[in-house]
């Protein structure tokens, strides 16, 4: 009966999804088309096991070019206990100031879009991610559990939750726990965040996908071996697109005092010399 009850749970949460949070996940489909659009991209973050759905949406058969996966391995399990391990990582989202730093080596500019997954919406890496993407000028999607931000504290310094930053915020409809299934102890069972995460990154897909294909075409697609008619060199060129979709942004040179366009310093005029006292 417990496989049967999260398995009901689990629907019932898909269904809440799709009854409660189309408009924004349609609203949120549509800023990152519009991204893709303009050659932006739609970059994704997530720590911990939120990282899940950003390993899904690309590359995988029926994603597509338009999607930048940011996967920092200090903040993904690699091991329980050790290195890389559960203690480490849980530790590290929740340091202020680290994310800040990871995203430096990003090239984030003003037409693309930061879409941030976290359960929890609460620790300092996923609000650190909104809040550089925010304050660079881009949209932010977040997808968490709004019944956990209300339940809980907010320990990150800004007083938010990462719902609270972004321009659009999907529920996932979790409850704040996580864990759904009561099997007769205090610590219930069986998570559903992932599913739910992961569901509301393919309707993204889709619903973007959808909206690239009206305007005119949706870019190059990851498709199946096992579908008829794809020609032959289409897997190669889907790979091409994205080597250069990856590499094609150059980083802009900060802006210096005194510097003029074309990245050159000012030159500095001479002063005059000083005037002695007259004859």
């Known amino acids: 009966m417990s496989a049967q009850n999260y398995l009901g749970i689990v629907q019932w949460i898909l269904a809440e999804i799709q009854s409660r949070e189309m408009t924004a996940i349609k609203a949120a489909a549509r800023l990152m088309a519009a991204s893709i659009r303009r050659k932006g991209r739609v970059y994704m ?13 690309f590359p995988r058969y029926g994603g597509f070019v338009g999607f930048f996966p940011l996967c920092d391995p200090r903040l993904m399990w690699s091991n329980v206990i050790g290195p890389g391990g559960a203690r480490e990582l849980l530790w590290l989202e929740r340091q202020e100031g680290y994310a800040k730093v990871f995203l430096q080596s990003f090239p984030l500019e ?4 930061m879409l941030v997954f976290s359960h929890g919406g609460l620790n300092a890496a996923p609000i650190e991610v909104a809040l550089e993407a925010r304050a660079r000028g881009l949209k932010v999607v977040a997808v968490s559990s709004h019944a956990n931000a209300a339940a809980g504290r907010r320990p990150h310094s800004s007083g938010k939750a ?6 659009v915020a999907i529920d996932n409809h979790v409850p704040p726990e996580d864990a759904l299934v009561d099997v007769g102890q205090t610590e219930r069972v069986a998570a559903g965040s992932t599913v739910a995460a992961v569901s509301i990154a393919m309707a993204l897909v889709a619903e973007t996908a959808a909206a690239l294909a ?6 190059p697609t990851f498709v199946s071996p096992n579908v008829r ?23 802009k040179a900060a802006k210096r005092p005194g510097a003029r366009p074309g990245g050159k310093r000012a030159a500095k005029r001479p002063k005059a010399p000083a005037k002695g006292p007259r004859p």
Do not use: Q
């Open 45 to 57: 973050f997530g720590s911990g096991h939120s990282v899940i759905p950003v390993l899904d949406i």
């Open 110 to 113: 003003p037409r693309d879009v």
């Open 162 to 167: 990462l719902s609270e930053i972004a321009d």
């Open 214 to 219: 009206k305007a005119g075409k949706v870019p």
């Open 229 to 251: 008619g794809v020609p032959a060199g289409h897997m190669a060129g889907v790979y091409r697109a994205f080597t250069e979709f990856c590499y094609a942004r150059p980083f």
